[in-house]
């Protein structure tokens, strides 16, 4: 399999390989762990040893940390924790270019926005909660957000940041829906973890 792999590419795997072989054998867990996922996060190929029990064992481990990874940011995004769920999805950066991913962070903000919203929590630190999470979006929208203004399925949000009862106004009835939610933890499965 490794004669499919540009040459380059085969010493940076060779590379790694050697890196996460002496990190592991050494019990350096949590360093191994860190090299993996910035491996992961970085798009690069994984690398395999030569010894098949480790290989297993690596194997296995690498599929954990994916788990777990994958469940504190969905756990993250559920419980509306935008500050935390931005930092862990950091990590990701190498897909922060491509145009899938910028249209998921738009929505990612989307979901952030109305989260309180959604919720429908009546207590006065939750709606102060709503008014400086739809001025980040606001702010999302002047900046980073601006690129994708001419883009049809995504203009009519950037007047959201402007309405005062955004539940209740028929062009944002859609976005409070469950269904839309459910949606959005799809996209982030298959986007940022590859569908794992």
């Known amino acids: ?14 590379i790694d390989g050697i890196v996460l072989q002496y990190l592991q054998r050494n019990r350096l867990t949590e360093t191994s762990k860190s090299f993996l996922s910035e491996l992961l996060a970085t798009g690069r190929q994984l690398p395999i040893s030569n010894d098949q029990d480790e290989d297993e064992q690596y194997q296995t481990k690498t599929k954990q940390l994916i788990r777990t990874e994958k469940e504190e940011l969905l756990r993250l995004f559920d419980r509306g924790q935008t500050e935390l769920f931005f930092q862990k999805l950091a990590v990701h950066e190498s897909e922060s270019q491509s145009d899938e991913y910028l249209k998921l962070e738009f929505f990612l903000q989307l979901h952030f926005a109305v989260f309180r919203l959604r919720t429908k929590d009546e207590e006065q630190s939750d709606a102060n909660d709503a008014d400086q999470r739809m001025h980040r979006f606001k702010l999302y929208l002047e900046n980073r957000g601006a690129a994708l203004s001419q883009e049809p399925e995504f203009l009519p949000y950037f007047a959201l940041p402007y309405n005062t009862n955004p539940s209740q106004h028929s062009s944002f009835k859609n976005i409070f829906s469950v269904y839309v939610s459910n949606c959005a933890r799809m996209i982030i499965i298959d986007v940022i973890f590859c569908g794992q």
């Open 1 to 14: 399999m490794a004669t499919d792999i540009q040459p380059d590419r085969r010493k940076h795997l060779e």
